[in-house]
Structures are given as structure tokens and as C-alpha cells.
């Protein structure tokens, strides 16, 4: 059964789609779908979204005013607006914005509306829906010249501009939403967006009726077509749709609010084709580049939050009731250093090959001999199948600037750890994060050749 998902932004009172509501709902639930923010236009299409939401129960609704409708919009409608936003099951404002495709509205403005409903969404403490077509730059000059600094949260809809616009939205906390139009064969550029984009900010919606995704296209857009968005990124980023469908999902109910039931603290948790073993959540170093410096322990829409560290009995339930078998490896990770509970490691993988034959493998940064005081490569020996570990740096001074290490000494024991691993374990790699202004060549040649291990680089800002 798939994971469930959320379409964040649908025009449900669009003729087109208000003639069959009841089977439009009907078919977002059958693909799996179980909540959808149907967004207002103006006054009384805001009105309607609200009623909608109120009486269907997986749908939430955002309300605003479309650039389009600019130079409609008066003075009277923006108390309404406040009015109708402290309705019930409203979860954000919007869709504002900028479009100077069409310009149905004057662009100066369009700019005063956009700014009003920036002001208003952070007065009103809901996210902001932000419209932005062939208008990249302007709305990043009206965000910053309106907000001055104090922005509030929200997500760039139907993204359409580039790489560089979608690292400046994110860059002022946005979320990045991708519609049908990332598989469209000219969107390039737009997937080179979907690819900065940490994955912890993406969002996929229809934009229904309009923006139907490939295979669809050239048919009337509508909520179930979210499942088309979400397997062209799961493509996209190399993850499973059940990966991209948690993992926007978890993002959609904590920026809208939604009360979606998104899964607590696990032990462990499927990414890829590989189940991994949250070990502990301690760790010998203190990376500048690492979530866990704002206690974001959230990885690929798991929560690894662990209240206790758990032990190998409670690793081995968990790796039975997820189905350990049917993947292509155990992976002791979590968001800290495995190697600190060295035998909880050792008693797993051992009953873990002994009960399903599966293949091990073990993340860690390398201090594990440190940390125990002794070699503990030999230890590993047969009960690790592969290891991978961070090296993050080329010499000792830029990985006390980068890793911030508690043990002395801990780069050396790192490079010993791996020069000792390659001749026990059948599968050795070092790897380093793409900090910016890292020379990752520098990296690449110590590991390859200093250490005599295969190098890969691990993209910045993106765990698991």
C-alpha cells in the first residue's frame, strides 16, 4: 500500500472540475490522496473554497487574491478577507503574486496587492501562496522591500522560473511546489530548480484544472494526477514514491498545519530500497553543515527523534515488523554516530545475518577505534558487509573547522579507521558533504590516493 500524500494546490471550484466533485474526490482518494487545499481567486470564489472545505472533509482551503484580478481588488475586500481567513479549516493566504505572462492586471498594481497580502498573511500568522510567472526577480525585490526581514512562511506554487530563483525563495525560508509542469519535455530548467531544492522544502500539487502532468497532458488536470508529479520526482531525485510521497506530505502538514497523522519517532525507516536502524541520536562531533544543530532530526520524512536509545532486541522487532527481507540492506545510520553503541551494532548484525541472510551495511564518521579505545575494524569483520564514512575533509585543521570533533586527534583516527576497514570489510568508501568553499578534489585525492578507498560526495544540505 503507498504512502498517503497531499495535493497542495487545486482550483476545485473551477467549473471544470465543480460539475464532478464527488468523483474527483473519489479519485484523488483511490490514488491515494488524503488531503487537498482548494485555493480561492477572489472574494466570492474565496467564500466558496471556505464552504467547500468546511463541508468535504479532506480538503482545507487558501484564500487570496490572483494577480490576474489585481485591479478588481478594493479597499473594502481586505477586512473581508481577514474576516473569511479566521474561518475554519483555512490554512494559508493566497495565491498572491506577480504575473507578467498574462498581465490581466496593471503590473504596479499587481505589486501593491502582492504586497498587501504579504503583510496581511504575516498579521494573520498563515502561510503565504505566492503566484510567480516571468516575474522571478520582482517578486524577490517585492518580498524583501515589503517585508523588511520579517517574512512570513509560505510556498512558491507551480514553480516556473529557474535554479537560481528557487535557491532565493528557499534562501527566505519558502517552500518550492512542483506541478505537472516539471515533466513537461522542455523543463529542463524547472528540474534543475527540483534539484537544488533541499527535499525537506519541496511540495507537489496539480494547480487542477490546468498544469496536467505527462502521461495526462492535453486532458483536464485534476487532484489524483498528483500521483503522475510525484513519480517523475521520485525519478528525479532517485527515491521511490513512497519517498517523495512521505516526504511531501510531512512538508505540507507542518508548513499548512494539516492535522495528518505523519508517523512519530522510529527505530527504523525505509528509504530507497535500503531499511535503516536509528541507532542513536549522540554523535563525537558537532558538524557545522548538520541538522542536528537545530534539532532538525527529520530525514527523508522520518522523525529519528528517539525519547531512549533502543535496544538490540527493540532494533531486531522493529527490523522484523518492517519487513527486513525485502530489502537490499540493513543500514545502521540514525542521526548520530552508530559506532557509540558498538556492541548494540555487533549483536544486530549478527542476528540480522543469522535470521534473513541480509546484507549490512554501517554509516558512521570513522571515530568508532577512537571511541572504543581499540581497533574495532576486526570486530566488524563478517558482520559488516560494507562501510561508508565520513571523511568531510582533506586535513586535520579543516575537519576541526567543519566537524567540530570531541575526541583529540579524531581526523587521524578517522584516515586510520578507513586504511584498517578496506583490508576486513568487503566494500569501503569515504565521503565528504559539498560544504561550499570545501576543495572536494583535495578530499578525493586523500581518499583515493593516501588511503587507497573509493570517494564519493554527498550533496550539501540534502541527508540520507
Known sequence: MLELAVDTHAHLTDSRLAEDLPGVLQRAQ????????????????????????????????????????????????????????????????????????????????????????????????????????????????????????????GVLHCCTGGAEFARDMVA??????????VTYPNAEPLREAARIVPLERVLVETDSPSCTPVPRRGTVNEPANVAYVIRFLADLYGLTEEDVRRITRRNAAHLFGLPLKTG??????????????????????????CPRASDNLVVKGHDLHLEAEPTAED?????????????????????????????????VARAAKERWSVRTRLNTNGQGSAIAGHDITAELAGLIDAVSVSLDAPDAETYERLCR????????????????????????????????????????????????????????????
Open 30 to 153: 483511490a490514488a491515494g490522496l488524503d488531503a487537498i487545499i482548494t485555493v480561492g481567486t477572489e472574494m466570492p470564489d474565496n467564500r466558496r473554497v471556505v464552504e467547500l472545505a468546511q463541508r468535504e472533509p479532506m480538503l482545507y482551503a487558501a484564500i487570496g487574491f490572483h494577480p490576474h484580478i489585481a485591479r478588481e481588488v478594493k479597499a473594502a475586500d481586505w477586512p473581508l478577507l481577514a474576516e473569511v481567513a479566521r474561518s475554519g479549516k483555512v490554512v494559508a493566504l493566497g495565491e498572491f503574486g506577480l504575473d507578467f505572462h498574462y498581465e490581466h492586471s496593471p503590473r504596479e498594481v499587481q505589486r501593491d496587492v502582492f504586497a498587501r497580502g504579504i503583510l496581511t498573511a504575516r498579521d494573520l500568522d498563515l502561510p503565504l501562496v505566492i503566484h510567480s510567472r516571468e516575474a522571478e526577480r520582482e517578486t524577490v525585490e517585492v518580498l524583501d522591500r515589503t517585508a523588511g526581514g520579517r517574512l512570513p512562511q
Open 405 to 464: 570533533p570531541t575526541l583529540k586527534g579524531a581526523f587521524a583516527a578517522v584516515c586510520d579507521f578507513l586504511r584498517r576497514s578496506k583490508g576486513r570489510i568487503p566494500s569501503v568508501w569515504a565521503t565528504a558533504v559539498a560544504v561550499p568553499g570545501l576543495d572536494l578534489e583535495a578530499v578525493r585525492r586523500l581518499a583515493e590516493q593516501d588511503l587507497g578507498v573509493a570517494f564519493e560526495v554527498r550533496q550539501f544540505n540534502d541527508v540520507g
Open 315 to 347: 532494533i531486531l522487532a522493529a527490523l522484523a515488523s518492517a519487513g527486513a527481507p525485502q530489502y537490499e540492506e540493513v543500514v545502521f545510520c540514525g542521526f548520530g554516530e552508530p559506532t557509540l553503541r558498538l556492541e548494540v551494532i555487533k549483536a
Open 264 to 289: 512519530g519517532p522510529c527505530l527504523v525507516y525505509p528509504i530507497r530500497r535500503s531499511l535503516y536502524v536509528n541507532v542513536t541520536n549522540a554523535c563525537s562531533n558537532r558538524c557545522v553543515f
Open 172 to 181: 527566505r525560508g519558502f517552500y518550492v511546489s512542483f506541478s505537472g509542469i
